[in-house]
């Protein structure tokens, strides 16, 4: 059985609910945490991964080690063919799994995959490609479903408008139209207008902002009223969201890209798109790419319950704009 995986695509949503499935193979959570380990490839250095791949497993027949990014990292000929060297000699005690970002474009020329291709025995590799904006609609009657829930056509539509084929957002803003309705009913188009959108997401921007501007005390509000309203884990995933987004937008317009470019690459709603252009105005490659590898070693604390993550999130706005 293969024990190399490879999820790949442009639905970010899509392969991060099939990394939890991989979480929750382990039959004993107080375990799991002991045997997981996830890295950002250009913030991995070669002996944290070696010895994360040849650890044994504690009280488990495996462990998880998960690598997102590859390409960032691996960028020419030379380390890409000496990292697929190394990991065909992956150990059987390992489950590896390769996160990577791929236009539906590029899929069949991408290295990764070529290599997967040519060693179909040791991989397994599985594509998440984000609807296309004409199909958002049936996508979020679909996930409505996958959430218990029945949502009206008329208000899918509404919320694929107001989303574009931003996944992870409709998948949040579908769990709180279904709360919002207790599950009794249909999502109607006035749930949506009443509930939906800009919320969550323009609070998020309102909090990097704050960071950015190093307006700390603006910050601790914001992010103190968003936990009222939102789930510690969901919020953190947008933070990170927007932060990797950010990133992305910035190597967008040091390529002389624009908000248009933006939107297009990200698959982002014009208005994400142009909130995100504006905050990467503000942060140099260098600041982003730091912030971004403390918030992996953040998630990597929360989730070795080193820290919670109310604590982890009042840390961040400390160490990046003052209490």
């Not at 989303?163 to 188009?189: C, P």
């Amino acid at each position: 059985m293969p024990n190399i995986f490879i999820l790949y695509g442009n639905d970010e949503f899509a392969i991060t609910r099939r990394l939890k499935d991989f979480e929750s193979d382990f039959s004993d959570p107080t375990t799991a945490g002991m045997n997981t380990a996830h890295f950002e490839a250009r913030s991995m250095s070669d002996e944290e991964f070696n010895n994360a791949l040849n650890a044994m497993p504690f009280l488990a027949p495996k462990r998880l080690v998960v690598v997102a990014n590859l390409s960032a990292k691996y960028n020419n000929v030379g380390s890409r063919k000496k990292f697929e060297e190394y990991i065909s000699r992956a150990p059987d005690t390992v489950k590896l799994v390769l996160q990577e970002s791929i236009d539906p474009k590029e899929a069949t020329k991408h290295w990764l995959l070529k290599w997967a291709e040519k060693n179909s025995a040791l991989v397994k590799t599985q594509a998440f490609m984000a609807p296309k904006q004409r199909d958002m609609a049936g996508w979020i009657t679909n996930e409505a479903k996958k959430q218990d829930g029945k949502i009206d056509p008329q208000a899918a539509a509404k919320l694929a408008e107001m989303v574009g084929v931003d996944t992870r957002q409709a998948g949040m803003e579908i769990a709180k139209l279904l709360a919002y309705v207790n599950w009794a009913r249909a999502v109607q188009i006035s749930d949506v207008e009443a509930v939906c959108i800009v919320t969550s997401q323009q609070s998020v921007f309102d909090f990097v902002d704050a960071l950015s501007q190093g307006n700390g005390k603006t910050a601790q509000k914001l992010l103190h009223r968003l936990l009222e309203n939102e789930d510690a884990f969901a919020l953190w995933g947008m933070v990170v969201r927007q932060f990797r987004l950010l990133i992305q937008a910035r190597e967008i317009l040091d390529g002389r890209g624009n908000k248009d470019d933006v939107a297009r690459a990200l698959g982002v709603h014009p208005f994400v798109a142009e909130k995100t252009t504006g905050q990467a105005n503000r942060f140099s490659i260098e600041s982003l790419e730091n912030i971004y590898r403390r918030l992996l070693n953040i998630d990597e604390r929360v989730k070795t319950s080193q820290i919670t993550l109310d604590l982890a999130l009042d840390t961040l706005i400390v160490e990046l704009a003052g209490g």
